[in-house]
Each structure stands twice: as structure tokens, then as C-alpha cells.
């Protein structure tokens, strides 16, 4: 009956990274659906981007105790792969805990054996402090509700899938605990003491279960075992669901990152050319084009998902839900409508809803819905003040601002849906060149002044 553990095995962890990897390859074509935009130079400064602030994390320390917390349990996530690792190769081949006896018994090796032990160790320690910051976030949440966790577009669905992920967190750490101390409470049963150096479980855990009948603990130990190696596995197909999506593209998000300058916004060069034409007093405004000059965009600004840049729809992907651009929106603290995290929640929503439309229907179907207006309203894109404030504070720099700019283009230059005191403004810069009422002769006036 050996062989069908192994075999369990195979079926579940090929079934979980099969629909994963189908999941992830949906993802990547939605993200493929956005405009193309080339962000691939100064790959040396997007290499210290990403480093800097995906694998070390630079921003999220702007809030220290959130970001300790947050580092005991991305760094417990790093490390456990490694006992991940010894489960996947026990899994496949049916041994326990082949790499320590390979190590102490096969290579005969006080290093390496050593270095499993030092390992483990340090997992067992991780684990502990994750556990700690997991109670912590969940406090956060449900007890102590943070405001930025409790906004209106966490209700429902984003406040479960964290709370889920948490709970999760739990159970596997409680699993590697069952497993270790189990394992190690059979040893000194059988031996009368563990072949094992683990800090936590060797002296602690194991010790405090070895009163425990054997058949007990060899059900402790298997439920561990397969209760981590599920747990994991269940993760790796939640994964493409849920905000965790993070953890991995938080890395491609930061290095894919728009390198210009903060607070420069990005110029339609359809309308840049308009607007010289009215600068330049020689200019013809009835002369064609020159051949080979590019025509005018089909679209000004975007309405729906495929007209944003696919960085704009990979943001939209890589967002964590943490609310922190939320947070520091002026018009958000002044009770307007508008929150960042939101834009961001509802242009991936629009994306996964084009994404099955593509996969139900296929690619030409029309469901007669959109971004703007159907998830983002007006109310919200007029009360930004393009302050970037949301962009400054993203731990994975994020630019939510920009999916905004994008929708009022459209919202104004397509639908010409604007109040009358932006139209105002706007025929005030088309006749005057200033955003003031008064003829372009006089707007020098002012220096006549001075001496
Ligand atoms: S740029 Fe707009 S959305 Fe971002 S923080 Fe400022 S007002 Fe809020
Ligand atoms: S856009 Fe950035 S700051 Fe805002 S919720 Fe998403 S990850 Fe957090």
C-alpha cells in the first residue's frame, strides 16, 4: 500500500500546478490585451527597482510596524520553500525526510547535516514570528478595523479572501509544528531521543507530545505532512484569484515601472501637435498632414480595459489591496468619492470580466459594458487632483493615477462630459493660451509694473 501515497501525491501536485499554470497563462493574455508601451530601458536602474523595492521591500517601511510584520511573514514564505522543497521529493519518492538521512547517513556529512538542522531551525523560528504577525493583521482587520481596511470597497469578497489567506497562514504553521514535533516525539519513543536538531519542535513540541500513544502521533505526523503540503498546494490554485497575486508580480510590476520623473504626466502627442499648431503664429491651420505623419488616435483617453496600457492592467494585477494609496488621497480624507485602491480593484475586475467574455464567447464579443462609467464613475475621476500622492506611497509603485487621467481624457475629449466650469477653463486655454478670461495681448500687462 506504500505506493499510493506517492502517487496521491503526483496527482494532486500536477492537478494544482496544471490549473495554476492555466490560470496564470489567462492572466498573462488579459495582460497582454492592453496597449503596447515599451518599458524595457535602463534595465540596470528596473533591476535596482525591483530589488530595492519588491525583494527588499524600501517602501513598505514608511509604516515601520506594518512593514516589520509584513517582513516576518514574506521572509517565513521565502524560507519555507526550502523544507517545501525535502516535502515535494518525499512526496514524489515516498521516503521521510530523504535529505536528512541522505545527509547524516549517505554522505556522512556533520556539515550538510548540520546546515538541514540550522535550516528547519530557522523555518521553525520564521514561523513562530509569522504566526505572531498574522494575529496581528488579523486584529488589525476585523478588531481593531484600521481605517484603510474597512473602506466600502473592501466589503464582501476583499476582506474574506484576506482573512482567508491569514487563516491559512495559521494552518500551515500549525502543520509544520504537527509534523516536526510529531516526527520528533515517534524518535524519542523509539530511541529515547531525536536524531534531530530542531530548535522549536526538538525541545519544545516533541518533548510535550511524546506522552502521546504512537498510533497518535503517526496520525500527527501524516496530518501535518499532507495538511502542509495541501495547504500549499491549495494556495498555488488560490493564488491567481486572489490580491496574493502580489507575491509574485509585485517583482515583474517594479521592474516594469515608469521611469519618467513623478508629477510629469504623460502628453498625447496627437494633441501636443495641435497645440504647437496654435502656438505657431505661421502655422496653416487647414494644411493636410505631411505624408507619413501619424494619423490621429482612433481614441482619445480610455474607456475600457484594452484601451490602457498593459502596464496600467498589470498594476491592476499586482495590486495588494492595502489601501495605503487610499490613505493618503486628499480627496478621499475629505470624504469625496474617489479612492485609488478602488480604480485599481475595478479595472482588474473589468479585466478578468473581459477575460471570461473572451474565453465564454471569444475574442469579438461585445457585452455592451465598459470601464468608465459601468465600475469607475464620473463623480470619482473628477475628484482627483492629480496630486500623485497615491502613486508616492505604493509599496509597489503603482500608478493608479494614470488609469485616471487616461478615463477623464476620454471622459472629456470623447464625451465632452465636463462641467461648465472646465469647459470654461478649457476654451479660456484654446482662445487665450491661459486659463484666464482675457485677450493674449494683455497677458503681459502685469510687468508694466515693474521696474
Ligand atoms: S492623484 Fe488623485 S487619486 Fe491619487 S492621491 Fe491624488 S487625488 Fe487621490
Ligand atoms: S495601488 Fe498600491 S497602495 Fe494602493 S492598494 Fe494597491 S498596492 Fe496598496
Partial sequence: MAFISPIVFAIVTIAAFAFAFKKGKEIYRN?????????TDQPGTRLKNMLLIALGQKKMFRLTLAAIMHLFVYVAFLVTQIELLEIFIDGFT??????FYLFRDTLDSGFLTGLYNFTISFIEVLSILALVATFVFLARRNLLKVPRFVKSEMNGWPKLDANIILIAEIWLVTCIFMMNGADVALQIQKTGSSPYGFLLSGNIVGPALAGLGEGTLIVMERFGWWGHILGVLGFIVYLPFSKHLHIMLAFPNTYFGRLKPRGEIYNMPAITKEIKAMMDPNADPYAAPPEGAD???????????????????????????????????PANQTGKLLSPRKIMMDTRDRLAE????????????VDNKQLLGDYITVEELRACTTCQACVQECPINIDPLDIIVQLRRAL???????????????????NNAAPWQYSQQDREKWVNDLN
Fill in 31 to 39: 495582460i497582454n490585451l492592453g496597449q503596447s508601451e515599451d518599458l
Fill in 412 to 430: 472629456i475629449m470623447e464625451d465632452s462630459n465636463s462641467p461648465e466650469e472646465w469647459n470654461l477653463m478649457f476654451s479660456n486655454i484654446e
Fill in 354 to 365: 473581459v477575460g471570461k467574455n473572451i474565453d465564454q464567447h471569444g475574442p469579438d464579443f
Fill in 94 to 99: 515516498g521516503q521521510h525526510r530523504l535529505l
Fill in 295 to 329: 494619423a490621429a488616435p482612433a481614441k482619445f483617453g480610455a474607456k475600457d480595459v484594452q484601451d490602457l496600457s498593459w502596464k496600467n492592467l498589470l498594476d491592476a494585477y499586482s495590486c495588494t489591496e492595502c489601501g495605503r494609496c487610499t490613505d493618503a488621497c
